[in-house]
C-alpha cells in the first residue's frame, strides 16, 4: 500500500493483484524511483484510453491490494471494466501490466573506466576482507530484486562526553549515530572482480575457494613479468543466483609473501598491479583490491592503481580504509595516509579517499568504543562512510565458507554492507 500524495485530491481504492505482478511493480516503481501509487494511476489511464482490453493476465492466486487514486479515476475505470466485460481485479491486473511493459527496467549504469577501490590498513584484524567481499557482494547484487538497505541520512555525534575524559562506560550516553532508514531498494547489478591480494588468502578461503597452487601461475607472477597464461584464466565466478555471473574471484597465492622481493627488480614496480590487471579490466565495473596488512612495495602498487585516471571523476577510485573503534586502529591510519600521502607527492599522483568504515562496532563495549566512534566521525577528510556492526553473522559465514549475503541476506551486517555500496558507488 501507498500513502497519498495529497489527501484531498486522491482516495483510497481496494482491489486485489497476484503476488508475481504486485512483487513486479513494487521492484520496477523501486527501480525507476516512481510512487506505487503514480504508476498505478498512470496504467489505469492508459487502460482506460485503449479501444479494446489489451491480453488476460493470469489472476490466480491475487491477493488484496489498495493504493490511491485520484478522485473519480476509479470510478470511470469501473464503468471501463463493466464496458469491456472483465472484472476490477483483470482490468486493474491488465492495467499494471501495460504500464510495466511501458516502463521497463533501467539498465545498470555502466562506468566510462572501471573503478578500482583499495581496501586498506596497515593494521591487521580489524575485517578488511569482509568489507572487500561483503562490499563487492552489494555491488553484484540482483538489480531484478529488492534488498534490504539501511540508508544513512546524517553521520552525527554518538556520545555524550561532556563528563570527564575518563568517564566510565555507564555514563557515556550512547544516541543513535546515524539518522538511518530501512528500505527495500534494487541491487545494483555491476560485474565486480575480488582480488585477494593477502598471500593469508583469507577472502579466497571465506568465500570457498581454494588459493593457487605454488609453481603455478599466479597474480604474483604477472607482476613480476613472468606470465604463465592469461591472467583471465586464474579467475573464478563467485556462484549464487543473486549475483548472477557478475561477481567473479581472482584467488591468493602465496607466492605474494615474496612479492615485494621480486618487486624490488621490477621496472616502474608502482605500476605492476595496473600492468597484471589490465588485460581483464573491461570485462568489469569494479575491482576490489583485498590489500595485505602492509606498507611495502606491494602496498605502493595497491595505492598506485587506485589512483584517479585521467579520464575519471574524483571519487570514483580510491582507498577505502577499514578501522575499528579502538586506539590501535588510529595509529595504523597514521601511518597508511603517510604512505598515500608520501605516493601523491613523490609520483603527482591524484589519490581520493572514499571514505573510513569502522567496523566490528559495538557500543556495549562502553567509552573505549563509543567515544572511539567519535574521533572518527569528527573526521571530516576522508569522513566515515558506514559504521557495520559486530556481530555473529558474519563469522558463521566464513566458518561454513559462504558469502555472507547468500548465509544472512537479511542481516544487520548486510544492511548495512549494501549502504556502503550506495555510498562509494
Not at 145 to 161: E, F, G, I, N, S
Not at 250 to 258: E, K, Q, W
Amino acid at each position: 500500500m501507498t500513502s497519498p500524495s495529497s489527501p484531498s485530491d486522491r482516495e483510497k481504492v481496494v482491489s486485489k493483484l497476484p503476488p508475481w505482478l504486485r512483487q513486479e511493480l513494487k521492484v520496477r516503481t523501486a527501480q525507476l524511483r516512481v510512487d506505487i501509487q503514480d504508476a498505478v494511476h498512470q496504467g489505469v489511464a492508459q487502460w482506460s484510453a485503449l479501444a479494446s482490453a489489451p491480453s488476460p493476465v493470469d489472476t490466480s492466486g491475487a491477493e488484496s491490494f489498495s493504493t490511491w487514486l485520484p478522485a473519480g479515476q476509479w470510478d470511470s475505470f469501473r464503468a471501463h471494466s463493466k464496458d469491456r466485460g472483465v472484472s476490477l481485479i483483470q482490468g486493474l491486473a491488465q492495467a499494471v501490466r501495460l504500464w510495466l511493459d511501458a516502463n521497463p527496467a533501467p539498465a545498470p549504469r555502466r562506468p566510462s573506466v572501471v573503478r578500482r577501490i583499495v581496501v586498506c590498513n596497515q593494521k591487521g584484524g580489524v575485517g578488511k576482507t569482509a568489507i572487500t567481499a561483503g562490499t563487492a557482494e552489494a555491488l553484484a547484487e540482483d538489480p531484478d530484486t529488492l534488498h534490504p538497505v539501511r540508508v544513512a541520512r546524517q553521520l552525527a555525534r554518538v556520545t555524550d562526553t561532556s563528563d570527564a575524559p575518563d568517564a566510565p562506560a555507564s555514563t557515556a550516553s550512547t544516541s543513535t549515530a546515524t539518522g538511518l532508514d530501512l528500505e527495500d531498494l534494487p541491487g545494483l547489478g555491476m560485474r565486480v572482480l575480488l582480488v585477494d591480494f593477502d598471500p593469508q588468502g583469507h577472502l579466497t578461503k571465506q568465500l570457498g575457494q581454494q588459493p593457487l597452487p605454488i609453481g603455478g601461475d599466479s597474480l604474483t607472477r604477472h607482476m613480476a613479468g613472468e606470465a604463465q597464461g592469461a591472467l583471465a584464466d586464474l579467475i573464478v565466478p563467485i556462484e549464487d543466483d543473486r549475483f548472477g555471473d557478475r561477481l567473479h574471484l581472482l584467488p591468493a597465492c602465496t607466492d605474494a609473501f615474496l612479492l615485494d622481493v621480486r618487486l624490488s627488480t621490477v621496472r616502474a614496480r608502482e605500476a605492476a598491479l595496473e600492468r597484471a590487471l589490465s588485460p581483464v579490466e573491461s570485462a568489469y565495473d569494479v575491482i576490489l583490491i583485498d590489500c595485505p596488512p602492509s606498507l611495502g612495495l606491494s602496498m605502493d602498487a595497491a595505492i598506485y592503481y587506485g589512483r584517479r585516471r585521467d579520464t575519471e571523476q574524483p571519487g570514483a577510485s580510491g582507498a577505502l580504509i577499514v578501522v575499528q573503534a579502538e586506539d590501535s586502529s588510529a595509529d595504523a591510519y597514521d601511518l597508511l595516509t603517510s604512505q598515500i600521502n608520501d605516493l601523491r607527492d613523490d609520483l603527482s599522483l591524484d589519490i581520493d579517499y572514499l571514505g573510513l568504515v569502522v567496523n566490528l562496532y559495538d557500543g556495549r563495549r562502553g567509552f573505549i568504543a563509543t567515544s572511539s566512534l567519535q574521533a572518527w566521525l569528527d573526521i571530516k577528510d576522508p569522513r566515515v562512510v558506514a559504521v557495520v556492526p559486530d556481530l555473529k553473522e558474519q563469522r558463521e559465514a566464513v566458518r561454513l565458507k559462504q558469502p555472507l549475503f547468500v548465509y544472512a541476506p537479511k542481516g544487520e551486517q548486510a544492511v548495512a554492507l549494501r549502504a556502503l555500496a550506495r555510498e562509494i558507488s
